[in-house]
């Protein structure tokens, strides 16, 4: 009772409470622990190279080190696009439609920029007449680790969970964006390994922290139909860094990515 009035009345997060995850009649379908020496480029992509926000994306910021995928975000004064922020952000080459997705990672525990899982459609999420409400394609923000800059203890350690559909500028029917909630991982999200799903159902969107489900919703016109794209980021804002000291850097560790899909679908 306490915690459901903080978060009404403070917007505070809350403890995910719902039923466990259950993978009964799901076979893995896709598998990467990030063991070998450096990104798999027959199954990953480096997503959106260039400028992006108030700096860059490009390659050099995505590297496997000891098991893991590293993302940085840092200041470079020779960098692939010339001087200033940079991040890395991934993509599957395969488009996965329906299914329970996963990332197992430590995020980035410093301010600035953001540690996120989402999957896209591949044609416009954000226009209206192509998504259709999110039938036709939709964004799925698995999580977004948007709290390390949180002014109060109690919404660090949590993470934001939303899904996009339509357009930014033209919600002729309100069903643009809805966000599920800001959620308590229950451990240190920054130092610790934590889990973060989605199961994606021919009737809803189930959200999970840590195999235990936190939200679940069929927002907009319903359940995107189409393949979408898997996407891993370590993102960059829109303004702020020009107050960083261009010795900054924050990373997002990633132990695995994982992708079920229904036996009977395969």
Same mark, same amino acid.
């Given at each position: 009772?306490?915690?459901?009035?903080?978060?009404? #009345?403070?917007?505070?997060?809350?403890?995910?409470?719902?039923?466990?995850?259950?993978?009964?009649?799901?076979?893995?379908?896709?598998?990467?622990?990030?063991?070998?020496?450096?990104?798999?480029?027959?199954?990953?992509?480096?997503?959106?190279?260039?400028?992006?926000?108030?700096?860059?994306?490009?390659?050099?910021?995505?590297?496997?080190?000891?098991?893991?995928?590293?993302?940085?975000?840092?200041?470079?004064?020779?960098?692939?696009?010339?001087?200033?922020?940079?991040?890395?952000? #991934?993509?599957?080459?395969?488009?996965?439609?329906?299914?329970?997705?996963?990332?197992?990672?430590?995020?980035?525990?410093?301010?600035?920029?953001?540690?996120?899982?989402?999957?896209?459609?591949?044609? @416009?999420?954000?226009?209206?007449? &192509?998504?259709?409400?999110? #039938?036709?394609?939709?964004?799925?923000? &698995?999580?977004?680790?948007?709290?390390?800059?949180?002014?109060?203890?109690?919404?660090?350690?949590?993470?934001?969970?939303?899904?996009?559909?339509?357009?930014?500028?033209?919600?002729?029917?309100? #069903?643009?964006?809805?966000?599920?909630?800001?959620?308590?991982?229950?451990?240190?999200?920054?130092?610790?390994?934590?889990?973060?799903?989605?199961?994606?159902?021919?009737?809803?969107?189930?959200?999970?922290?840590?195999?235990?489900?936190?939200?679940?919703?069929?927002?907009?016109?319903?359940?995107?139909?189409?393949?979408?794209?898997?996407?891993? @980021?370590?993102?960059?804002?829109?303004?702020?860094?020009?107050?960083?000291?261009?010795?900054?850097?924050?990373?997002? &560790?990633?132990?695995?990515?994982?992708?079920?899909?229904?036996?009977?679908?395969?």
């Amino acid at each position: 009772i306490v915690e459901m009035f903080g978060c009404v #009345i403070f917007d505070l997060p809350v403890t995910p409470r719902g039923e466990a995850l259950d993978l009964d009649g799901y076979k893995l379908v896709f598998e990467d622990e990030f063991d070998a020496d450096k990104l798999n480029l027959d199954v990953w992509q480096h997503r959106g190279e260039g400028s992006r926000r108030c700096g860059f994306n490009a390659d050099s910021q995505v590297k496997l080190k000891n098991g893991t995928c590293v993302l940085t975000g840092e200041y470079l004064k020779n960098g692939k696009f010339g001087e200033g922020w940079y991040t890395g952000m #991934i993509s599957l080459k395969e488009h996965y439609c329906r299914g329970y997705y996963e990332i197992r990672c430590k995020c980035n525990k410093d301010k600035g920029f953001w540690s996120a899982f989402w999957i896209q459609s591949i044609s @416009s999420p954000y226009d209206h007449y &192509i998504s259709n409400g999110g #039938i036709n394609g939709a964004e799925l923000d &698995i999580f977004e680790a948007m709290s390390a800059d949180a002014k109060t203890k109690s919404a660090r350690n949590s993470v934001t969970q939303t899904i996009h559909c339509n357009g930014w500028d033209d919600d002729i029917e309100n #069903i643009d964006s809805r966000c599920l909630g800001d959620f308590k991982v229950g451990k240190d999200i920054y130092d610790e390994y934590n889990t973060y799903g989605l199961m994606w159902t021919e009737d809803e969107y189930i959200f999970y922290i840590n195999g235990v489900e936190s939200a679940r919703s069929s927002f907009g016109k319903g359940v995107s139909t189409t393949p979408e794209e898997v996407i891993v @980021s370590l993102e960059i804002p829109s303004s702020g860094l020009e107050d960083f000291d261009t010795d900054y850097t924050t990373s997002m &560790i990633v132990d695995y990515v994982r992708i079920y899909q229904l036996e009977s679908a395969r």
